[in-house]
């Protein structure tokens, strides 16, 4: 098949979306927004770098969704690629079947924030476009190679078993990526342990060996693990019950505390946003300056813990919108984990580029990347594949 892949990430009322072709530099991507409001658009980049920007008013995601496809026609994608947040049991990249469909839908309750959005947009691509083959692609699946004593929780066994309560994990395609770059960049694709770190507003860390997540901090839901920019991060479970009981708060208050609230935006009391935390600590402000403690801290603590899912340590990436730009945040973090061998050469974190990928290591002891993340690349990979495969059956299925 043709390599033009159109991947489709769509929000509550936004739909992220990027025409993935085999050179980087030729990408098509954008966003439409404000879905169903009167000030709804699409901003993007097209051929050449050239920016984008149409009004389409009260817009539903069927109605972008047409407008982005009418406007993309000429590059004639072969297939549709979707992001998925959660695959519950799905262990890999899935060509869209009334089945596959349904064990989305099923998995809604795991992810009641993304699944339905995920579903709106997949249900108006197949009504709009029946005749491309369209792929569901996993934040979870990466994960499912974990063993059962990184997933398991230690609750009743009935919880899981009846209800699917278990460790998941997000940001799988980052993982994958980063993880497979870096490997195949230190001479040995898909060998050896490897840390990463995805970090932005949605934060998470992982173990890979051989090519596979053997750890990730996330949990059943996106909100366990390290300190995010508005997200708690571990939290004592017992915290939901102190606040019912002592703040009469009920539990979607509770949620949207942990989820919307916290995280450096909770402990700044200022921002969300790591580069406005940063230039209020320089100023002097005390909140800011513990909040980025406590981040690179905690940070630090789920990388060592996730070191034990390795039998040795390759190295180290950092990646994601902090991870690719903060020099100093990934200075702060690695200054936490002394005992890991793990040599940072300051002017190389300095002076590395945005955007660009590169060890920031001494060359002694475990290597440190900093590799941007590429996300879209990776599901249409995924996609390009699951086709390509379907594909390959059909043909063998009529020879027979």
């Not at 050449?48 to 009418?70: M, N, R």
């Amino acid at each position: 098949m043709a390599t033009s892949v159109l991947v489709i990430n769509c929000g509550s009322s936004s739909i992220k979306y990027a025409l993935v072709s085999e050179r980087r530099e030729d990408r098509i991507y954008g966003l439409a927004e404000n879905l169903g409001a009167a000030d709804a658009r699409i901003k993007g980049i097209t051929v050449g770098g050239e920016p984008l920007e149409l009004s389409i008013p009260y817009a539903d995601h069927a109605k972008a969704l047409e407008t982005l496809l009418a406007r993309l026609a000429n590059y004639k994608p072969q297939a549709i690629g979707h992001r998925v947040v959660h695959g519950g049991s799905l262990t890999k990249a899935e060509l869209l079947t009334p089945e596959i469909i349904e064990r989305i839908r099923a998995a809604t309750p795991l992810a009641p924030l993304h699944n339905p959005a995920h579903l709106i947009g997949i249900d108006a691509t197949v009504r709009l476009f029946p005749e491309l083959p369209q792929v569901a692609v996993f934040d979870t699946a990466f994960h499912q190679t974990m063993p059962p004593h990184a997933y398991r929780y230690a609750i009743p066994k009935f919880l899981y078993t009846d209800h699917n309560v278990r460790r998941y994990g997000f940001h799988g395609t980052s993982h994958a990526y980063v993880s497979d770059k870096a490997s195949e960049l230190a001479g040995n694709l898909k060998k050896g342990g490897w840390l990463t770190a995805h970090l932005g507003n949605g934060s998470s860390t992982c173990a890979v060996w051989n090519g596979q997540s053997v750890d990730t901090s996330m949990g059943l839901t996106p909100l366990e693990g390290v300190v995010m920019g508005t997200r708690s991060g571990d939290v004592d479970p017992s915290l939901h019950s102190f606040l019912a009981k002592n703040l009469g708060w009920d539990l979607a208050k509770i949620d949207k505390v942990l989820n919307n609230e916290s995280g450096l935006l909770g402990l700044s009391q200022l921002s969300n946003d790591m580069r406005t935390v940063i230039e209020a600590a320089k100023n002097g402000n005390e909140d800011a300056s513990l909040a980025i403690e406590v981040f690179s801290y905690r940070l630090a603590k789920s990388l060592a813990a996730l070191s034990c899912g390795l039998p040795t340590l390759d190295g180290l990436i950092f990646t994601g919108g902090i991870g690719e730009n903060s020099a100093y945040i990934r200075e702060k973090t690695l200054a936490y984990l002394p005992h890991f061998g793990l040599q940072l050469d300051k002017d190389q974190n300095n002076n590395l580029k945005r955007g660009t990928e590169g060890r920031i290591d001494n060359g002694n002891g475990p290597q440190i990347w900093v590799i941007p993340t590429d996300e879209e690349g990776r599901i249409a990979k995924e996609t390009r594949q699951v086709v390509e495969a379907a594909e390959n059956t059909a043909s063998v299925a009529s020879l027979v």
